[in-house]
């Protein structure tokens, strides 16, 4: 079935850097991905979407300086956490859909995100 | 606007018992619904979805759930849990039209297997 891989899986740094997130798309065309932010026992809450080619929509409260979301290829988006706090630590999640749309989207593994 | 609830935050169930993970949505648009699985530090996999068709849908695991309209709800079932199906459940919906469209989450049930 259709695979989206996304890296690093696990990321310990210091306040004050930045730090990427790439989501890939491995067997299939990802026109759209979307970004989602998960804390500790609470559901996915949706922060972008993205999709290949032009700017990502942000949702309501995401600050677009501060999650910069490039998405230049059909198969991967990447997500930039600027100048990262330690509220910025959480579990972010990725999921691409592919260019029919007609089945759910993929999600990726995760990717936890702690800053000290 | 969409929006899901999970009316309970967390199931605790002993193995091999049944089990109902309960789900209602409100929507002004006909809706896609899935249920997801999250297992720890892990992404979500998709346990089943109905986007048309027959109410009663299979989906992995032995799990399924049944679309009831008139009570805008999805509950997911199963008729004998195992200790390896711990792990949080998410109902979702999007719009009705495009599967890969934006999905609305409920806030998740935590399925506690125990022996």
């Known amino acids: 079935g259709a695979v989206v891989s996304q890296h690093p899986s696990w990321v310990i740094c210091k306040s004050g850097t930045s730090v990427k997130i790439e989501c890939r798309s491995l067997?299939?065309?990802?026109?759209?991905m979307f970004w989602y932010r998960q804390f500790p026992k609470q559901s996915l809450m949706l922060m972008a979407t993205?999709?290949?080619?032009?700017?990502?929509?942000?949702e309501q409260g995401v600050e677009k300086d501060k999650f910069l979301i490039n998405h230049a290829s059909l198969t991967l988006s990447t997500l930039t956490v600027t100048s990262a706090h330690p509220e910025d630590s959480s579990f972010y999640i990725c999921?691409?859909?592919?260019?029919?749309?007609?089945?759910?989207?993929?999600f990726g593994d995760g990717t936890r995100l702690s800053i000290l | 606007a969409q929006s899901v609830t999970q009316l309970d935050s967390q199931v605790p169930v002993f193995e091999e018992a049944p089990v109902e993970l309960r789900c209602n949505y409100s929507?002004?648009?006909?809706?896609?619904l899935f249920w997801y699985v999250q297992y720890p530090n892990q992404g979500l996999q998709l346990l089943l979805k109905?986007?048309?068709?027959?109410?009663l849908v299979k989906g992995i695991n032995g799990f399924e759930a049944e679309f009831n309209k008139s009570q805008t709800s999805f509950h997911l079932r199963k008729p004998s849990v195992h200790i390896s199906d711990t792990a949080e459940y998410f109902c979702?919906?999007?719009?009705?039209?495009?599967?890969?469209?934006?999905?609305?989450f409920g806030g998740g049930t935590r399925l506690m297997v125990k022996p």
């Open positions: 999921s691409a859909r592919d260019r029919a749309g007609n089945q759910p989207q993929h």
């Open positions: 067997d299939f065309q990802a026109t759209t």
């Open positions: 993205s999709n290949e080619g032009s700017k990502a929509t942000y």
């Open positions: 929507s002004s648009v006909s809706v896609y």
């Open positions: 109905y986007l048309s068709g027959s109410t």
């Open positions: 979702a919906v999007s719009d009705e039209g495009n599967a890969g469209n934006m999905l609305t």
